[in-house]
T-cell receptor, first 115, second 113 residues
Framework: AQSVSQHNHHVILSEAASLELGCNYSYGGTVNLFWYVQYPGQHLQLLLKYFSGDPLVKGIKGFEAEFIKSKFSFNLRKPSVQWSDTAEYFCAVNPGGTNAGKSTFGDGTTLTVKP | NAGVTQTPKFRVLKTGQSMTLLCAQDMNHEYMYWYRQDPGMGLRLIHYSVGEGTTAKGEVPDGYNVSRLKKQNFLLGLESAAPSQTSVYFC????????????FGPGTRLTVL
């Protein structure tokens, strides 16, 4: 069975600090990888995704993530966080093939950015 | 476009009662999903559908049933609610293909007493 592990449950940073949130997945086949964000009181929305090509992907609001196949990782980064980045972040895996649709999300990381 | 809508937004049930949550999307998406979100446990997939008339079990299907009679609607049923089903329920939809992102509804907060 596939699984997604997010290493940090709660991260507290000051504005302008750099951010890296870890995500590791377990799945033997083709995967598509996503980071979603849930701002307080809002819907989950897509930050970025990877399904093929350049393993370094860029998303909205200055976020980026790197897919390292050998490490089964898809870590999220941002060089300088802002107070408005305070939110919950979820890593997700969508398998391909016959399991398409059977998505798995990580437990989430709550990011608090202090002004 | 309304996107993904969920009805109701809040509901309180007594143990043993039944109810149906409705999810509707107006984006002509093939795939639809039901998740539950509990504190510290992320989103867990209950059931999903890859097309009209088809459904499949996710990670935590027990105690729930679903139906997808129309492409735009995905219903989640609780036949006999239990306190363990107290949660926030999210519906999502996506275009065909596992490389596509999911679009989420606003959620339904369900409390079972």
């Amino acid at each position: 069975a596939q699984s997604v592990s997010q290493h940090n449950h709660h991260v507290i940073l000051s504005e302008a600090a750099s951010l890296e949130l870890g995500c590791n997945y377990s799945y033997g086949g083709t995967v598509n990888l996503f980071w979603y964000v849930q701002y307080p009181g809002q819907h989950l929305q897509l930050l970025l995704k990877y399904f093929s090509g350049d393993p370094l992907v860029k998303g909205i609001k200055g976020f980026e993530a790197e897919f390292i196949k050998s490490k089964f990782s898809f870590n999220l980064r941002k060089p300088s966080v802002q107070w408005s980045d305070t939110a919950e972040y979820f890593c997700a895996v969508n398998p391909g093939g016959t399991n398409a649709g059977k998505s798995t999300f990580g437990d989430g990381t709550t990011l608090t950015v202090k002004p | 476009n309304a996107g993904v809508t969920q009805t109701p937004k809040f509901r309180v049930l007594k143990t043993g009662q039944s109810m149906t949550l409705l999810c509707a999307q107006d984006m002509n998406h093939e795939y639809m999903y039901w998740y539950r979100q509990d504190p510290g446990m992320g989103l867990r997939l209950i059931h999903y559908s890859v097309g009209e008339g088809t459904t499949a079990k996710g990670e935590v299907p027990d105690g729930y049933n679903v139906s997808r009679l129309k492409k735009q609607n995905f219903l989640l049923g609780l036949e006999s609610a239990a306190p363990s089903q107290t949660s926030v329920y999210f519906c999502a939809s996506s275009p065909w293909g596992s490389y596509n992102e999911q679009f989420f509804g606003p959620g339904t907060r369900l409390t079972v007493l």
